[in-house]
């Protein structure tokens, strides 16, 4: 094939090269070079012109190629080429497999068949120069969500099941840690990839009512606060107690470099973050049913750039299951000289958002996805995610041909997933019949593009 091919170069440089007899009194050029490679505009494919191409000159057949490849679905069958040559040589060529084609200027191509070669020859037809055109295009569809199941148990072995098992799943250092309660013991599993798992012990200073999903950490501490004490935590196993003045309702989250808790303060709550042993009041009352289990929180950084937390769902305390968003900020408002944390419930105007408990919600390609979840009926949201793309104001369900989990991700609730490396996370949880102990990876995929 090679030798086929440079003997049908030879061929097409001798037919060029007796094609051109006329007389011309400019002294022609001797440079056969290409300058500049790209494709013309089309309507329906608006990436096709943006495309850029380096022309990499080469000692024997040179190379034009994109570094960036062009937009996943360009239809390269129908295109036009544009080429810009160091000078205006005495004929050009592009060969292609299947024919050879004296080039126009208007030239709609097929440029899927590979190889194709750019022919030169110099008007004063001293010099030749071949250019191999590699464009590229992207194979995997930028929107896209790849899920895969990386385990089916979390645990090493069978002697630890519930159907009603509570479990939490958190970052510590480098590692995922799961805090576990089958409702008459504790335990403590990490693992650095989400796939393998090893047992770290049985947790001991906790209380034994522990509620393992209001855990909190903040990377290199675990923060658990039941009335009035905080315990911490720096290996899930062994735990600290530490007493409080005020009593603690509910852990929320880390966010804003504090932990944030609800504090009963003779029956209205207030919200409080943890630091150096105290608890610190911020005087922020929410007013209307505020979650105090059951409900999924995140932290993010808005579009103006302000760092934002977000609580969602969940149950109040008389039971009721709610359907609130609640957005805390550290703000200053127009016409006020404070700045201060301030709170604000979405569905008050907003009020498109069922309610839910035991969901989850990640902040991920500047959206919100949120997993799992009943309804107020205790009638399971499905295996469907849902998206918000405006900071928790609205939600529609996602693209099931783009994101959805796989086939035999079983609908639950009280899972728990993490965003790290640019991969959700989603471990475990629970359903009507059975615990989960199952750990999938989700990746978006242009989200390193």
């Not at 003045?245 to 808790?261: A, D, P």
Request: hydrophobic fraction near 35%; aromatic fraction near 12%; charge should be negative.
């Amino acid at each position: 094939m090679r030798k086929f091919f440079y003997i049908f170069i030879g061929f097409c440089a001798l037919t060029l090269l007796s094609c051109n007899k006329n007389k011309n009194t400019t002294t022609p050029s001797s440079v056969a070079k290409l300058s500049a490679f790209s494709f013309a505009a089309v309507d329906s494919m608006p990436g096709l012109a943006k495309a850029v191409f380096t022309v990499e000159e080469r000692l024997d057949t040179g190379l034009v190629w994109n570094r960036d490849s062009m937009l996943y679905g360009t239809d390269l069958h129908h295109v036009v080429p544009r080429f810009t040559f160091a000078a205006t040589p005495g004929a050009s060529s592009l060969i292609m497999p299947d024919t050879v084609c004296q080039l126009t200027g208007y030239d709609t191509l097929d440029f899927t068949k590979q190889p194709i070669y750019l022919f030169i020859r110099s008007a004063d037809k001293s010099n030749t120069k071949i250019y191999e055109i590699r464009p590229t295009v992207h194979q995997a569809d930028p929107d896209l969500y790849i899920w895969t199941q990386l385990t089916d148990n979390m645990y090493n072995d069978d002697d630890y099941a519930s159907n009603d098992l509570e479990q939490r799943v958190v970052e510590l250092g480098t590692n995922f840690v799961l805090i576990s309660s089958n409702g008459f013991s504790l335990r403590a599993d990490q693992s650095a990839d989400g796939a393998t798992w090893t047992k770290l012990g049985t947790p001991s200073g906790l209380p034994g009512s522990v509620k393992v999903r209001q855990i909190i950490s903040d990377g290199t501490t675990l923060y658990y606060g039941q009335g009035n004490t905080i315990y911490t935590s720096t290996d899930a196993v062994n735990w600290t107690a530490n007493s409080v003045s005020e009593y603690i309702t509910t852990m929320l989250l880390f966010w804003s470099k504090h932990v944030w808790v609800l504090v009963d303060q003779g029956g209205q709550y207030e919200l409080a973050w943890y630091d150096n042993s105290a608890l610190n009041m911020t005087g922020i009352v929410p007013t209307g049913p505020f979650p105090v289990s059951d409900f999924a929180a995140l932290t993010f950084k808005s579009a103006s750039g302000r760092e934002r937390a977000m609580i969602l769902g969940g149950f109040a305390d008389n039971g009721e299951s709610l359907n609130t968003r609640w957005n805390l900020e550290y703000t200053q408002y127009l016409n006020d000289s404070t700045a201060t944390y301030r709170i604000e419930e979405f569905a008050i105007s907003r009020p498109q958002f069922t309610s839910m408990t035991g969901i989850s919600v990640v902040w991920y390609n500047k959206e919100m996805l949120l997993f799992g979840g009943v309804d107020e009926k205790m009638s399971y949201l499905g295996g469907d995610i849902f998206v918000s793309v405006n900071e928790g104001m609205s939600w529609a369900q996602a693209d099931t041909t783009k994101n959805q989990l796989p086939t035999d991700y079983r609908i639950r609730q009280k899972q728990s997933a993490i965003v790290r490396d640019n991969y959700i996370y989603v471990f475990g949880g629970q359903n009507t019949l059975r615990s989960f102990s199952d750990v999938y990876r989700g990746k978006l995929n242009s989200i390193d593009w």
